[in-house]
T-cell receptor, first 116, second 117 residues
C-alpha cells in the first residue's frame, strides 16, 4: 500500500476564512492519483477533489482547490470561505500504481472545526 | 439518485458469532469495493469486485472474511467466528466502471459499525 501522511490531527478555522490541510505521500511510481474525501459525523465519505500525477494544473472544485507540489510529494487541500457545514474529518488518499490503481490508501485524517 | 446504501447501520455481536454486512451500490455501477475503518484511522482496502468476480481480495485480513456479489449488484461481506479486533466501521463504495488509467471516482456508503463484544 502507498503511504499517506497527514500531520495535523485537528484544526480550528474561523467561518469565512480559508484553511489548508496538509498531505504528503510516498511513492516511486510516476503514475498515481490523489484524492480528498470529507467524512462528516454521519460517517459517509464524500468525494471532494482529484489530482492526477500527470496533470499540469492544480485541480479546483468550487471552494476546494488542491495545491499539488509534485517534487515535494505534497497535495494540500485548500478550503476557501469556510462554512459551518465544513466541520468534518478530511482524508487524503492515493491510488496504487497501475494495474492496481482502483485501490486507495488513506491517511489518518484531519479534523476541521469551523467556528462561528 | 440514490447513493450507496449499507445495512445494518449498526451491528452488535458476540465473539465467535457469524455476521453478514450488506452493500447496495449505485445503480449501474459495475465496480464495488469494501474498506474497513478502525477508530481514529483512515479506511483500509479489503476487496474489489468488477461485476460478479472478486478482482482483488488481497486486503482481506484472514480466511474468516469472505465477500460475494452473485448478480453483480448487491454485495455481502461475511465474517465468521468474529473477534473483538474485528470491531470497526465497514465501508462500501462503488464506481461506474474501473478502466485502468482513467479516473473512476469511488462513492461511499454510510458504513456499518460492527461491535464485537
Amino acid at each position: 500500500a502507498q503511504k499517506i501522511t497527514q500531520t495535523q490531527p485537528g484544526m480550528f478555522v474561523q467561518e469565512k476564512e480559508a484553511v489548508t490541510l496538509d498531505c504528503t505521500y510516498d511513492t516511486s511510481d510516476p503514475s498515481y492519483g490523489l484524492f480528498w474525501y470529507k467524512q462528516p459525523s454521519s460517517g459517509e465519505m464524500i468525494f471532494l477533489i482529484y489530482q492526477g500525477s500527470y496533470d499540469q494544473q492544480n485541480a479546483t472544485e468550487g471552494r476546494y482547490s488542491l495545491n499539488f507540489q509534485k517534487a515535494r510529494k505534497s497535495a494540500n487541500l485548500v478550503i476557501s470561505a469556510s462554512q459551518l457545514g465544513d466541520s468534518a474529518m478530511y482524508f487524503c488518499a492515493m491510488s496504487d500504481p497501475p494495474p492496481g490503481d482502483y485501490k486507495l490508501s488513506f491517511g489518518a485524517g484531519t479534523t476541521v472545526t469551523v467556528r462561528a | 439518485g440514490a447513493g450507496v446504501s449499507q445495512t445494518p447501520s449498526n451491528k452488535v455481536t458476540e465473539k465467535g458469532k457469524y455476521v453478514e454486512l450488506r452493500c447496495d451500490p449505485i445503480s449501474g455501477h459495475t465496480a464495488l469495493y469494501w474498506y474497513r475503518q478502525s477508530l481514529g484511522q483512515g479506511p483500509e482496502f479489503l476487496i474489489y469486485f468488477q461485476g460478479t468476480g472478486a478482482a482483488d481480495d488481497s486486503g482481506l485480513p484472514n480466511d474468516r472474511f469472505f465477500a460475494v456479489r452473485p448478480e453483480g449488484s448487491v454485495s455481502t461481506l461475511k465474517i465468521q467466528r468474529t473477534e473483538r479486533g474485528d470491531s470497526a466501521v465497514y465501508l462500501c463504495a462503488s464506481s461506474l466502471s474501473f478502466s485502468g488509467g482513467t479516473v473512476d471516482t469511488q462513492y461511499f456508503g454510510p458504513g456499518t459499525r460492527l461491535t464485537v463484544l
